[in-house]
Every structure is written in C-alpha cells, then in structure tokens.
C-alpha cells in the first residue's frame, strides 16, 4: 500500500488502488464524508466512511481538528468539484480533538481571534494558504540570486554597531542583574554586556554583508533583523526578516534595475506556482471588499495587482520631483494631508508615499535622492552636497517596501559624515577598513519580507503573515 499526500492524490487517476494517507479532519458530515487536509495543498480530499460498519465509538472521534490515518481505494468522485475521494476501509485516529475546545472550528473566525491560537492559526484554510505563498516567496528569492551570480551569506545576529544609526536596537546581555557591573560612576556598566561589549540584536546585516561584497562581488543576506521601534502600527514589526543584496562596483542605478528585476522575478514565481492559494485569497478578499462602499473597492484584484507589477515599469522620481508633485496636489477634494510638506528637507509620511503610488502614479514608485539629513549616515553624498544616493520603494497598499542605496565609498567623506552625527570611528574601524583598502562603488537594498508577503496575499496586517509575530502585544509563543 502506497502513502500519499492530499496534493499527489489529487492529481492521481481513480485506479482503484489501495492507498494510505495521514492527515487532520476539517469538518465530518453526516457520519460519512470527511474532508481530509494534511497541509499540502488548500484543498481537502473527501474520504466516505462506511458508517453502517463503522464501530459507533470510533465514529464519534472523527471530529474536527483530530489527526488520523485513512486506508482506502481512490476511487472517481460523485460529488461536485472533486474527481476523486477515497472509500475507506480502515481508520486510525492518532489524535483526538476535543470538539468543545478545539478553537478551530469549521466557521469564520476574527483575525485577532486567531492571532491568540497562532499556533493553529495555519489549519485554517487562509493561514495554510499565506504560509505556503511564503515558503514559496522565500525560494524564490534564493532561486533568483543563485541564477544570477549570487552569494547567500549570514550576517551576525549578536552585534556591537547600530547599522542604521537610528538607535532602535535591543539590548543583548548576558550581565547578572543581582549583581550587575558598575562603572566608575557607579552606574551598570553596559560595555560588560557581552563578554566585554556592549552589543544588541541586529537591525540590518548590511555594513557586515558590504565586506562581502568588497570580496565576493555580489552577495545577499536573509535573516532574522530586530527593531526596538514602535511596532503598534499594521506594517511594522519587532522582528522580521530582510533581505539585502549588496554588490560591488554597482552604481544606484544599477541597484534601481535589480531591485525591480527581483521584485518582478519573485512575484512572478507565485503566480506561475501558488495559483490555488492566490485565487483563494483573493475570493476571500472579493467578499471582503462586496461589504464597503462601491467608491472604496480596489479597482484591481488580488491576482491582477500581481500581474500588474510584473507587467509593468516601475517609475522612478526623484525626491525633490516628488515634492513638487505633492504640494501642488489635494488628496481628496476638500481634505489636504493630515502633514503639509512646507519645506524642502522634510520626511514624507505613509500618507504622501501612499497618495504618489495609488493615486498620482497608480503604479510602483522608487523615489531617489533624498535629502541626506533624513537618511542613514552610510549612503553616498551627491555632488550638490544635500542629497545622498538613496532609493525607497513604494508599493500600493504597503507604502515603503524596500530600502537602498549606493554606499559612501570614500574614506574621508564617509568620516566626516559620522563625526557629524557623533558616531564614534573605532566602532565601526572594520567598516572604515573597506575605504582603505580597494574601495570602490558598491550598492545593495533591503527588502522587508513581510511586507513583500503582505502585497503578494492581500493582507493588510503585518501580524498575519509571519507564523509567530513579535509585537508589544504578541510575544507569547
Ligand atoms: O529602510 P530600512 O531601515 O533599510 C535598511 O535597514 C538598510 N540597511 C537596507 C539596506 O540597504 N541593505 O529597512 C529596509 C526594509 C524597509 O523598506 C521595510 O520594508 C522593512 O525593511 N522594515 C520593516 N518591516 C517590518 N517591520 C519593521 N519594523 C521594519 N522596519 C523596516
Ligand atoms: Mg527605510
């Protein structure tokens, strides 16, 4: 007898064989049908019991959410929408699901209900859908920098710098708290945090996978980045994870072009590979959108949006251009920003980075040369000497999607940059060290992975495309 999945016996004939398959009961209708789901496909196979010899006890734990083992013959289907199901001969629970507290129950439930119970959140059929267009998202990205010449390599988790010098770190310590250090002022000694240093949870892999690249030409980094920021918001997180290529003798334009090249790439994937799992979200999006008013519907699909993307040029505007546009705009026809931009200089907020992608220029927008006084102190100084190489995507409905830049690649330039922010030079000498030694241009990009779940499943928060999110409020799995 031959072990399948739910997704291999759904694209068998119905040759009668005798087959064996595990998996977990969605729902058991009239003592006969069950819907069978085992994770690897969004759909259930139906499975017909013979409830007229079917002992009456074992009948009874068939219940939602149980774990059980079916023998059986796959044979053609009667019922709509399925060519196949399986007349079972045997039966095995392996686990019972008590129906009164099972949580998962076979009706809607509220996406807040579900972030309390993640940890069965994914045996619904919109989690199980999310997390595999996620799995799917994440191969794609290593498949894209494989064909393209890529290095994968992993950055430090534990770290002394503050990659973006915007002090949102969390401290890592392994210091007694009884019984703590003190310095001179009789204050606790922090630089004791970690055998002698102060250090922290990363916030970007990026100055470390610059060393890379000033070596190994074009390399990436896919990991775990943590943020100490106010994450109360449906787009941030305390800890998410990032993506961030970065290659030597690439100038910003270049990192424009492989940024768009990649976000088309991956996104193309799921629309070539997760077909079920995207009509599926975005049926359940269409029913969403069936209860606001006709003027607030998106005028696109979930699927559409996707192609959309894929299928057309990203357009590229300088911050300044950007400015001009936003001053001389009304969002609406009475109502202006909540923000006005007076000046230039100013930081734009979600509200103009949401107006020019969904409204202005109704497509994805990479804005570029941004002021350097709002910006981290590593990017390159242009030569009007106010604007660095910067790169911000904006994506519809997300807002910022990616970060970039070309980096500052000259010595003394760089310097004086982190004197004037006060960053301290023997922090960062290994990172100073790369301007010493065989400098050269180099640019590379993060990309926010959750955010790029988010566009990719129609999700408007954060929290429900990451299996465990980590927020003020969710912390306890
Ligand atoms: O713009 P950020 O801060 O850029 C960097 O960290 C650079 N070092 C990247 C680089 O050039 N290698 O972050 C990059 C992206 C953002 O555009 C956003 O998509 C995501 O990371 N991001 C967050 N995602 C979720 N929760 C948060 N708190 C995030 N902060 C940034
Ligand atoms: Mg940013």
Known sequence: MTSYTVAELLTQEPKLQPIEVKGWVRTFRAKRFIALNDGSTLKNIQCVVDFENTDEILLKRITTGAAVHIKGELVESQGKGQNVEITVTEIDILGDSDPETYPIQPKKHSFEFLRDNAHLRTRTNTFSAIMRLRSSLSFAIHKYFNENGFYYMHTP???GSDAEGAGEMFRVTNLDDKNPPLNDQGDVDYK???FGRETNLTVSGQLEAETYAMSLGKVYTFGPTFRAENSNTSRHLAEFWMIEPEVAFM???GNMDLAEDFMKAVLG???????DDLEFLEKRLQDEEKTKPQAERSPMSLIEKLKFVVDNNFKRVSYTEAID????????????FNYIIEEWGADLQSE??????EKHFKCPVILFDYPADIKAFYMRLNDDGKTVRAMDILFPGIGEIVGGAQRE???EVLKEKMSALDIDEKELWWYLDLR???TAVHSGFGLGFERLVMFATGMTNIRDVIPFPRTPQNAEF
């Open 157 to 159: 988790i534990i770290t």
């Open 251 to 253: 100038d910003l334009d």
């Open 269 to 275: 994937h799921v629309l070539e590979n997760n077909m």
């Open 436 to 438: 010493k030694y065989g």
């Open 192 to 194: 004791e945090d970690f």
């Open 325 to 336: 546009i936003l001053r001389n705009s009304k969002p609406n026809k009475k109502k202006k």
């Open 352 to 357: 103009h980075e949401r107006y020019l992608v």
């Open 409 to 411: 690649e000259r010595l």
